[in-house]
């Protein structure tokens, strides 16, 4: 009976993790109008849509579990969907 050789297992790759879409510090403006805001306090609470205006831009403060990140706006920080943000140049 032969020995039965195995064949080497190709080596694991570690790709880096992709980059987030939206890093801390990043400048954004919303990419559609919301139905509701919500705050990112540790009591989130719903707030109306008309606190950021379409093209107001806001400041990523903290990438949060879930696509979810806290944005500065001029009238308070609240928690938005990566999806519903576009970055913005400069």
């Known amino acids: 009976m032969a020995p039965q050789q195995h064949e080497p297992e190709p080596e694991a790759t570690t790709a880096p993790p992709p980059a987030p879409a939206h890093a801390v510090g990043t400048r954004v403006r919303l990419a559609a109008a919301l139905r509701y805001l919500k ?7 719903l707030r ?11 400041l990523v403060c903290e990438v949060r579990p879930r696509d979810q990140l806290a944005v500065r706006f ?10 519903d943000l576009t ?4």
Request: proline letters at 12%; glycine letters at 10%; charged letters at 20%.
């Open 39 to 45: 705050t990112a306090d540790p009591m989130p609470m």
């Open 74 to 83: 001029r009238r308070g920080t609240f928690l938005v969907s990566a999806a």
């Open 87 to 90: 970055a913005v140049d400069g």
């Open 48 to 58: 109306p849509p008309d606190l950021v205006d379409a093209s107001e831009v806001g």
